[in-house]
């Protein structure tokens, strides 16, 4: 690189270096302003849980739970059939249906008589027994204890007329879709389950 | 095995599975102080993958370390975690 850059008149030098401290202090100035808009600097996820069934209840808790424990801000938003996770009786009565499910092993036939969802559901629910797997009940309760917000989409309570006592403590009703898109903006991880 | 820290809290998770042994390691963290060394024994293989990982990414804990032993005919996976 040539050593011998011309001389530069102090004049300008100094108009420049003025002009780079005030260019300096307008963009502190505007960083500052966008980090108060965004607020706190956690990291966020937002989960919506549309499923009833007990093998779809499992996943949305679990990773709810587990992010709580990274740190993260976590908000799981409950419509339709996924109302019944929240829902203090029928959580702990979640169904599974063999129909419809290859990885079961019964055929669909047979599935398909009378009762044999409830064969099925206790098949698993000894599964989940026997693995020390965590049940709902203790998922819910714990992932409460750690902060994660349980949201009850306030149109599906009413569409399938639940009672806003029918769900455990510090679940929020009273929230729509625009509460969760918030969230899902806000959130650095959006799941759909 | 030569330790080169005191354990000072222990915590056991055995007979609990996904995603117990790290939420309840992260609740006990939680409540211990700086420079405490929490003792977690578990029964889940994957816990010292899930305790690794999470240990990695959460600020103010440090993984210190893992053993496997043989208690009572079933593997334990023993994690220590200082508070930082």
Same mark, same amino acid.
């Given at each position: 690189m040539s050593t011998d850059t011309p001389p530069v008149e102090d004049e300008t030098e100094q108009l420049s270096r003025a002009e780079l401290q005030a260019r300096v202090e307008e963009l502190e100035s505007r960083l500052s302003d966008v980090e108060a808009e965004t607020g706190d600097d956690g990291q966020k996820m937002s989960i919506i849980a549309t499923k009833g069934t007990l093998d779809m209840a499992y996943p949305p808790l679990i990773l709810a739970s587990t992010a709580a424990a990274f740190g993260y801000d976590v908000t799981v938003f409950h419509t339709f059939w996924g109302l019944d996770i929240l829902h203090e009786e029928h959580s702990k009565n979640l169904k599974l249906s063999? $129909?419809?499910?290859?990885?079961?092993? $019964?055929?669909n036939v047979v599935a398909a008589l009378p009762g044999m969802d409830r064969v099925t559901t206790s098949m698993m629910e000894r599964k989940i027994d026997g693995n020390d797997t965590a049940t709902i009940e203790e998922l819910i309760e714990t992932s409460l204890d750690m902060g994660v917000e349980f949201q009850a989409c306030q149109m599906t309570i009413d569409l399938l007329d639940y009672?806003?006592?029918?769900?455990?403590?510090g679940v929020r009703t009273g929230v729509g879709a625009a509460t969760a898109i918030q969230d899902m903006a806000d959130a650095d991880i959006q799941l759909l389950v | 095995m030569t330790q080169e820290f005191t354990t000072t809290e222990t915590l056991d998770v055995r007979g609990q599975n996904c995603p117990m042994p790290v939420v309840k390691t992260k609740q006990s963290v939680d409540d211990l102080e700086s420079g405490d060394v929490l003792e977690v024994l578990a029964t889940d293989p994957g816990s010292e993958s899930d305790l690794g990982g999470w240990a990695d990414s959460?600020?103010?804990?440090?993984?210190?370390e893992q053993d496997q032993t043989e208690m009572d005919g079933e593997t334990v996976y023993t994690h220590y975690v200082r508070v930082e």
């Open positions: 063999s $129909v419809g499910n290859p990885n079961m092993p $019964v055929p009672d806003e006592d029918d769900f455990y403590d | 959460t600020d103010g804990v440090a993984l210190l």
